[in-house]
């Protein structure tokens, strides 16, 4: 047992977890630690915040700035460790599991069952929110990963279609240098490293090869070939950032390709919440198409889990907030703003934009042919020891002239330490 574990295995009374009940009481009170600080984020997270508010409840903000979350999970970590956890947090994939085998989180299934949450959540979602078969969270979206952001007006500076292929790609990129475009716009951080090679891996290796990797941890896969060939191409694309890349919040990234600084970003749908913040239009003022050679899907979903807190109001509010998350109008409204699709799978589609259609419809597609994939960048593949191995190789990688062999030989040593 890990320190963090044993220190909560002390703190935390391991004895029933507190069942949230739907009924209402007077005083509703949620702290929420999350850290969507972006526009599109903020307009996303104010949605809910309203929804709760005008259900009376009263919302005490906590925002961790930070893209990509990992800041945040230092803050929760500390204030757990305090005995202080927030009444709501923003969290997802193994790390729900991990707390919810601590015993720290509250168990959901009143509220799940008042609401239907059983009716509308795809399995997908159900298993990464549910633990010992008890709901420990809720999913407020589903984010798709493996999506390349084009300025239209850039592209067709150098006569070029959008990329289906890395070798397009790199031809499409080589011409936009020439024409002193910058080819792409990058944040140089490790989760944002790591978003662009996962979507590599896919491209170039296929689903099933991008499990046997990234989720199977196989050690012929780390090393072998292809993933060879997967860090020659992270090497064609450190070619193709702007000098002022490094510590880069993504948002800013997404900023450059709106405002014709840069022709394409390598990013998840949240992209999409900071172009429809700027009130542009998807297929038109933007393109979105998936990463080169990706019919699949990488997923990411975001969930709030609510730890075991002191107080009536507290736990009221934790009620209140899980009720709302999966109701009809906050599920179109908040994933319009965030840029993702909804959790729920039986919302009508005519409010969304070609976007976020074509996601819907890679979907149920990539679930129809099995090339939906976890992500591993987003902590949904794996846990946060092994994905900081590969954050670790990824980024080393990409800030300096290792050889992708050299790449491959450091990723096999430093995941089978971190498992
Ligand atoms: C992801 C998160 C998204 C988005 C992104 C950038 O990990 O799931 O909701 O916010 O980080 O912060």
């Known amino acids: ?70 800041a945040q999970a230092t803050v929760l970590r500390s204030r757990v460790l305090a005995g202080d956890p927030p009444t709501a947090v923003q969290i997802k994939g193994p790390n ?15 509220v799940a069952e008042a609401e239907g949450w059983d009716d509308v959540l795809p399995p997908l979602l159900r298993d990464i929110v549910t633990f010992d078969g ?33 070798d397009e790609f790199n031809a499409t990129a080589d011409a936009l240098l020439e024409a002193g475009i910058t080819p792409v716009a990058h944040g140089g951080q490790p989760w944002q490293d790591a978003t662009i090679f996962e979507t ?12 046997e990797a990234l989720v199977e941890l196989d050690a012929d896969a780390l090393s072998g070939e292809t993933m060879i060939a997967v860090f020659e191409q992270m090497r064609r694309i450190r070619g193709y950032v702007d000098p002022n890349f490094p510590g880069r919040e993504w948002n800013l990234a997404t900023g450059m390709v709106m405002n014709g600084e840069a022709a394409m970003q390598i990013m998840g749908d949240w992209a999409k919440g900071e172009f429809a913040a ?26 709030f889990a609510f730890f075991e807190v002191e107080g009536d109001d507290r736990i009221a509010g934790q009620r209140l907030l899980a009720s709302l998350i999966l109701g009809e109008s906050f599920q179109e409204t908040f994933n319009l703003f965030k840029g993702s ?46 994905r900081g191995a590969f954050l670790d190789v990824v980024t080393q990688h990409f800030n300096s002239d290792m050889s992708a062999e050299e790449a491959v030989e450091l990723l096999l040593e430093e995941v089978e330490l971190a498992m």
């Open 278 to 303: 700027s009130d542009l239009e998807g297929g038109m003022d933007y393109l979105c198409v998936p990463t080169p050679g990706t019919s699949g899907f990488i997923l990411n979903s975001d969930s």
């Open 200 to 211: 590599v891996v896919l491209g170039l290796g296929g689903p099933d090869f991008y499990r």
């Open 341 to 386: 699709i909804p959790a729920r799978t039986d919302l009508p589609r005519d409010a969304f934009d070609v976007c976020a259609v074509r996601s819907m419809e890679d979907l149920d597609q990539a679930v129809a042919d099995d090339s939906l994939v976890p992500s591993m960048a987003h902590e949904i593949a794996i846990g946060r020891s092994v």
């Open 96 to 110: 729900i599991h991990d707390w919810a085998d601590e015993g720290a989180l509250a168990n959901l299934d009143e």
């Open 1 to 70: 047992m890990n320190l963090i574990n044993r220190l909560l295995a002390g703190t935390m009374a391991v004895g029933a977890l507190t069942a949230l009940s739907p009924v209402t009481v007077s005083a509703q009170t949620a702290e929420v630690l999350h850290y969507w600080t972006s526009g599109g984020e903020a307009r996303a997270v104010g949605a809910l915040r309203e929804e709760f508010e005008a259900a009376g409840g009263t919302w005490v903000d906590a925002p961790v700035a930070g893209g990509g979350g990992d």
């Open 134 to 166: 008890e709901y420990v969270a809720v999913p407020v979206n589903i984010h798709r990963v493996n999506w390349l952001w084009i300025n239209p007006e850039l592209l067709a500076e150098v006569d070029a279609e959008p990329p289906t292929t890395w």
